[in-house]
DNA sequence: ATGAAAGCGCTAACAT
DNA sequence: ATGTTAGCGCTTTCAT
């Protein structure tokens, strides 16, 4: 049976709510009644039941983060962020996993709701947004929407996530500017985000008046295989034949690890006769043998904006700051792209 | 304004009574009835408030769990399996990290304790259980101790792990019954952990009728390099002088990976001169260049007993199931260790 | 097969 | 500075 308000208030003969106030801070309490309440609170170890809280205020005190998985770095990091960010705002997060697809998602979008969380970040899985159309009629909690971009006609959604497009330009770009002139793609799946990163690609070389030469560009290595075995793969393809390169852009680091692994077996030098750049900067892979260069896709940052847009939304009023959050990606300089 | 029992209730001239006990299932309700109920409810979008539920009921549906971080793939392995396990019981999962040390780890448990979750999952960080030892005073919650064995004088706590002697012998058996005779050690952690490891290489040894041979235990290499500098360091100070080996586990696969370069690197063929075995299995490494043979934890299965195990405590009573419950580890075999 | 009343532990609003 | 009353949305208990 645990400690209750009441237990406390009887043991000192006053009433549940001056033990509420003290608990909760209020100033209207003499410092006698005070540092009595407070001693009897730890000799019992108390602690405020908080589901009834939540019930009669109204308001949890809690979040609820969605995510496909927290396998990958950049998935965990961005939890991490949001965790601590509304922490120090005194909320709390629940984490849940989509990993079984998008009716997974909904049913945690359900749960969550259920739960009365005071506001929903989604990093979305959905092909479409009919589902959370559906949602808004009645409920108001703020959703934040994480690098899958909100539907515009939800008046409670805002969108946080990374410039995506400029992950495939800036990588391109540093290549260029170290004196690549014919850069390399292995490019990624034909997702959303995986295209604008090959956009970013092209847009790098076009500004840069370089040509964009398709047999340059790996597509299509099946994911039925690893991704190191996919990036490893695409560069044999790559250094085989007469089609020259002497940079590579690789969708992510896994892929640049294998496309450099390959490229020793040929006995190319890296970075001299190929810069090689990657995405994620995840720190373990890119510091194994030629540390890699890579672009940072600010898991953290992403994580962080997105628990102070949540904070902001639940706080002010409805139209309290932006509808879209963009954080810029970030280039890691190391030696696979050093001349 | 979320949509409540009572105004389906009103709306179709029923007590609430009757509509709660459509919604759970119970028989007492005609079918007309039902079906008016289950229309409604589906109109209205109604989704029961599962706070105010608990704090009637006492049962939050909710477990906890404790983890130092989700970065590694055990990590978020286990973190999935408990949530899988429990979710198929109706029951929820907040996951909490507890990065910022042993402090923020006792922040969350005094956490999900107001939360009033029903069970309390810890992969725990504390030096001592001291801590642990006070809350039993009060607490009646089941607590479930993974990979860190559990105070006995705690008696509504269990212990789910990983036979960890296992992982050293398991790995020193496997090089030993291919042939190897010069098995070395690349250490870890002087933790807990690390130590039973250990004796699993040593006890492995002695039962084969080798000898311990300090001088092929490579240990203190600083934290405070990468794992894969210490596994490549390592590997060149075996190779260095005049320490013959011809087998090596390693106590991450990380390690493992940086120890093969460290002999691709000075001429030494892996497996047929040098034998190699790691830990963890983390796929994406051990399918790089090399496949490498590898213990496999069973984080997910670690996950899945401790599931169990909270769920059984919950309903069972209270000397329900065993106290300790061990999974063994598995052993994952690929090329560095194929002759 | 359905309903009425009471109460879970807490706090907002209004006394005193 | 402290107390009283009422009620958050649901379910348990006891009617009918």
Redesign the interface.
């Known amino acids: 049976m645990?400690?209750r308000l009441k237990d406390i208030a009887n043991d000192l003969n006053l009433s549940q709510m001056t033990v509420s106030r003290v608990l909760r801070g209020h100033i209207d309490v003499s410092p006698e009644t005070k540092a009595r309440v407070l001693q009897r609170v730890k000799e019992?170890?108390y602690?405020?039941?908080?589901?009834?809280r939540?019930?009669r205020t109204g308001y949890?005190s809690t979040m609820g983060l969605i995510v496909p998985?927290?396998?990958e770095?950049y998935a965990?990091?961005l939890?991490?962020a949001v965790?601590k960010t509304i922490r120090a705002a005194g909320y709390?997060l629940?984490?849940?996993?989509s990993?079984d697809g998008s009716a997974s998602e909904q049913r945690n979008v359900?749960?969550l709701?259920?739960?009365?969380v005071d506001a929903l970040l989604i990093v979305s899985i959905q092909e479409s947004t009919t589902f959370f159309q559906?949602l808004s009629?009645?409920?108001k909690v703020p959703l934040v929407f994480i690098n899958h971009k909100s539907p515009d006609s939800i008046d409670n959604a805002v969108f946080v996530g990374i410039r995506e497009v400029d992950v495939g330009r800036i990588a391109t770009e540093h290549l260029i500017s170290i004196g690549c002139r014919r850069v390399a793609y292995l490019r990624g799946p034909r997702t959303y985000i995986g295209d604008l990163r090959y956009t970013g690609f092209r847009d790098a070389l076009r500004d840069a008046g370089l040509p964009h030469r398709p047999e340059l560009v790996i597509d299509g290595l099946g994911a039925e295989t690893?991704?190191?075995?996919r990036g490893f793969d695409g560069m044999l393809r790559l250094a085989s034949g007469k089609r020259r390169l002497d940079g590579l852009v690789a969708y992510t680091d896994?892929m640049a690890?294998?496309a450099m692994?390959a490229a020793q077996s040929k006995g190319i030098d890296i970075p001299k006769e190929i810069a090689v750049i990657g995405s994620g900067n995840e720190v373990?892979l890119c510091?194994?043998?030629i540390p890699l260069s890579s672009i940072d896709t600010a898991g953290y940052e992403v994580g962080q904006s997105a628990g102070r847009t949540a904070l902001r939304r639940i706080s002010g009023a409805a139209g309290s700051g932006a509808r879209n959050v963009l954080v810029p990606p970030k280039l890691v300089l190391r030696r696979s792209s050093t001349r």
């Open positions: 645990p400690v019992l170890n602690r405020p039941n908080v589901v009834a939540s019930l949890t998985s927290l396998r770095t965990s990091e939890a991490k965790d709390e629940i984490v849940c996993l990993e359900e749960l709701l259920a739960h009365q559906g009629h009645k409920q690893s991704e190191y075995r896994m690890v294998g692994d373990r510091e194994m043998r």
